[in-house]
């Protein structure tokens, strides 16, 4: 089975470009903030009618608060061992067989796991080193191999990943970042953490 094979520099290239378009952009600018809601009848609210008190719907509150839980781990498909770390992505192929797409949240959510269980490595313009630990961008795309999220996916994951360096700060790509002097596998997880929760908000 044949698939594309990116680097990290074209896994940064294209969620930058994504990034940049008018239409994330559109996706992106206000998901934090709360629409007005529609004038209200006249009349004075009844003090036993507490949803008055509220600035949004129930319904609303609820689905906010369901799209920021995180995604769940994967308990029905544990990651393969050391060994398999080690490995060749290619070799993993077989696991997207009958596999769904995922939410970007999602998506990352395995990469981060990928990141707390292979390791965290910053070895500059490689996916991985010979303990089979992943840089950032290398932790997504072996989820992709692993059967987790279409590549598209992967896109859109990574331009939440620089929407939130653009949020911190960080003006580069995910790669510079990764390789930064200084960087810990802890400031990885952090920002893969942060990742989820801004798309999650997002309903992403």
């Given amino acids: 089975m044949a698939t594309t094979v990116l680097t990290p520099d074209q896994l940064d290239g294209q969620a930058a470009r994504l990034h940049d378009t008018q239409a994330w952009q559109?996706?992106?600018?206000?998901?934090?903030?709360?629409?007005?809601?529609?004038?209200?009848?006249?009349?004075?609210?009844?003090?036993?009618?507490?949803?008055?008190?509220?600035?949004?719907?129930?319904?609303?509150?609820?689905?906010d608060t369901l799209r920021a839980l995180p995604a769940p781990p994967p308990h029905e498909r544990p990651l393969p061992g050391r060994l398999g770390a080690m490995l060749p992505d290619r070799v993993h192929l077989w696991r997207r067989v009958g596999q769904s797409d995922l939410r970007p949240s999602a998506h990352l959510g395995y990469a981060r796991q990928i990141l707390a269980e292979w390791g965290w490595q910053n070895t500059p313009y490689r996916l991985r080193n010979a303990r089979g630990a992943r840089?950032?961008?290398?932790?997504?795309?072996?989820?992709?191999?692993?059967?987790?999220?279409?590549?598209?996916?992967?896109?859109?994951?990574?331009?939440?990943?620089?929407?939130?360096?653009?949020?911190?700060?960080?003006?580069?790509?995910?790669?510079?970042?990764?390789?930064?002097?200084?960087?810990?596998?802890?400031?990885?997880?952090?920002?893969?953490?942060?990742?989820?929760?801004?798309?999650?908000l997002a309903g992403q």
Avoid at 37 to 62: Q, T
Avoid at 165 to 178: D, K, S, V, Y
């Fill in 26 to 63: 559109q996706i992106v600018t206000g998901w934090e903030h709360t629409a007005a809601e529609p004038a209200s009848a006249p009349g004075p609210a009844r003090p036993s009618d507490w949803r008055g008190l509220l600035s949004v719907p129930v319904d609303r509150l609820i689905d």
């Fill in 135 to 200: 840089c950032v961008c290398g932790a997504m795309l072996s989820a992709h191999r692993l059967g987790y999220g279409s590549l598209d996916t992967v896109d859109r994951a990574g331009a939440w990943l620089i929407t939130e360096l653009r949020a911190q700060g960080w003006p580069g790509l995910i790669g510079p970042w990764n390789r930064h002097p200084g960087r810990t596998a802890a400031d990885a997880l952090a920002l893969v953490d942060a990742t989820i929760r801004r798309a999650s």
